[in-house]
């Protein structure tokens, strides 16, 4: 049996603004404790950067030693595989301006977790969006059917690019459409373009950009606002 349910849209999530918090997390189990001091401050990354994390300290050493800088940036890393919107998170420049520790009640596995929580606070404070996967699709087909494939493709909301010969063919007139268009119509459409040229036209595709995806976005927050409570247990 063959699963016709609606694709699967592998939404991404970011922030749109900066955010910066002076957060201690200090808690007594009845035994050794639980201690971390972080200064961060988290901003967009510029669109041309393509790292996911830009992550910079400049916490000294008898502020925060290097191995829980190393654990604040696990913490980090581990979190934007899962984001507060419960996608993977783009984009992100993550810096650590401060902190303190204490001799006994710090370690590296306590700044990872404050890490973590103190990134998702943040978050929430960035003007978090929800991204939405766009394809630049390469079509070709014969001439004759080249009108019909573009009203398609401009229905579905999408963006026409290009559209020259297709000079590598020895035989037929065929042309090459470029358009970019939303993923979510990109998983079935070798399918539907073989209908709309009699099985003439084939594709080639991949992720051009993310961009907001507004309508998911606003769902999204109303949800957060549900279950808007930092874990720091």
Request: hydrophobic share 35%; aromatic share 8%.
């Amino acid at each position: 049996k063959v699963n016709m349910g609606e694709p699967r849209i592998p939404y991404r999530e970011t922030i749109t603004s900066a955010a910066e918090e002076d957060f201690k997390y200090a808690k007594q189990t009845g035994g050794r404790g639980q201690f971390a001091r972080i200064h961060m401050k988290i901003e967009p990354l510029e669109n041309e950067n393509k790292s996911n994390l830009v992550f910079t300290n400049y916490a000294s050493g008898r502020e925060i030693p290097v191995t829980y800088i190393e654990a604040i940036k696990k913490g980090i890393t581990e979190t934007m595989n899962c984001g507060i919107f419960k996608y993977p998170v783009l984009s992100i420049k993550a810096t650590v301006l401060s902190g303190s520790t204490h001799e006994v009640d710090s370690s590296a596995d306590v700044f990872q977790k404050v890490a973590s929580i103190l990134f998702k606070k943040l978050m929430k404070k960035a003007s978090p969006i929800i991204l939405k996967p766009y394809c630049k699709i390469k079509v070709y087909v014969p001439e004759e059917y080249m009108n019909n494939i573009i009203g398609n493709i401009c229905a579905k909301g999408g963006t026409i690019v290009d559209c020259i010969q297709d000079e590598m063919r020895d035989k037929g007139n065929f042309r090459i459409i470029t358009a970019i268009l939303s993923s979510e119509h990109v998983s079935r459409y070798c399918e539907e373009l073989r209908g709309l040229s009699k099985g003439m036209a084939s594709l080639e595709y991949n992720i051009y950009k993310y961009f907001e995806c507004a309508e998911k976005t606003q769902e999204k927050r109303e949800e957060i606002k549900i279950t808007d409570k930092d874990d720091e247990n």
